[in-house]
């Protein structure tokens, strides 16, 4: 139990602080690009705008998922919002495959929809929603933060980092992923370790290794997309057999790289090097079931402890 040292009371206190701005200045940067993709969208003539903007809400949405219920409204209306952004953007990937082999009308029309479809997006109101959530729940954050509510919050988001990257060591373990969810579980991976860095004290080896997993599953999830666009439209016909191939190689790309990241992922949770962290990794953590509910400081390797 902390003592009577006022220096000492107030180390948690700072510690949680500099978390709290840090998740507050990175929500800030994110709505600014949202602001800024906008325009890029109404403008029409930026072909990376939707790439960004799905890019942009994951990145928000990874954010706040360690962070539990204190943005439940925003992940949702963000989610909403990639769901009307993604079949947009799989137009958009599938244009640019077909006019670079030449078939001009077919990605011409796909292109024409896609923009008819980012309309829509800028136009409707479900960005307006994600920007109204924004501000509230910066508001509530804020407000949260005041009453003291989120003092372990720091401590919780670690948690539940650690039983992300534990759930997706689990499974690949098994070697029998379903590679749809296999590549939304490493994305979430990714842009966790990314919004967290030093909670999750992920290491550059995995942080590449989850890099080069998430590419190689996006290579044949493409491919997945556009065999079964053929099965829509005759004039894609001639495209199948290329496309299964090379899909067949993508997904063979994808097994080796997932092998590599399941190697790396267990010497990343192996507790030899959980105990190898330095000191300055630690946080604050409550540990429950203690009547005082003292404050102690503890390793990475203690974040399995049941909160």
């Given at each position: ?13 700072r ?38 903007l ?65 309309e ?41 980092l ?14 029998r ?60 016909g ?19 790289e ?19 962290m ?30």
């Amino acid at each position: 139990m902390v003592g009577g040292d006022p220096s000492a009371m107030g180390r948690p206190r700072r510690l949680f602080m500099s978390f709290a701005n840090t998740v507050v200045a990175q929500v800030l940067g994110l709505e600014t690009s949202l602001y800024h993709i906008r325009a890029r969208l109404q403008a029409g003539t930026d072909k990376e705008a939707l790439h960004d903007l799905r890019i942009t809400l994951r990145r928000l949405r990874s954010l706040l998922r360690p962070l539990g219920g204190t943005g439940e409204p925003l992940i949702r209306a963000a989610s909403e919002l990639g769901r009307l952004a993604g079949p947009a953007r799989d137009l958009e990937v599938l244009a640019m495959e077909l006019q670079r082999r030449g078939f001009l009308r077919a990605g011409k029309t796909r292109s024409d929809e896609r923009d008819r479809r980012c309309e829509n997006i800028v136009t409707g109101g479900n960005l307006e929603q994600v920007f109204i959530e924004l501000e509230r729940w910066s508001r509530n954050f804020r407000k949260a933060e005041r009453n003291g509510r989120l003092r372990y919050l720091g401590g919780k988001a670690a948690c539940r980092l650690h039983k992300q990257f534990s759930r997706l060591a689990l499974e690949l373990a098994e070697r029998r992923y379903d590679p749809h969810r296999m590549r939304i579980l490493v994305k979430r991976a990714r842009y966790a370790a990314e919004a967290y860095p030093r909670l999750s004290l992920v290491s550059p080896e995995l942080a590449e290794a989850l890099k080069r997993a998430q590419t190689a599953l996006g290579d044949w999830h493409d491919r997945d997309q556009w065999i079964q666009a053929t099965a829509q439209s005759r004039e894609l016909g001639p495209l199948q057999a290329i496309w299964k191939r090379e899909a067949e190689v993508a997904l063979n790309n994808a097994e080796v790289e997932l092998l590599k990241l399941s190697q790396t992922l267990e010497e990343h949770l192996s507790p030899k090097r959980k105990m190898a962290m330095p000191s300055s990794s630690l946080i604050v953590f409550r540990v429950e079931g203690n009547e005082q509910r003292s404050l102690f400081k503890l390793r990475p390797v203690a974040l399995a402890v049941r909160t």
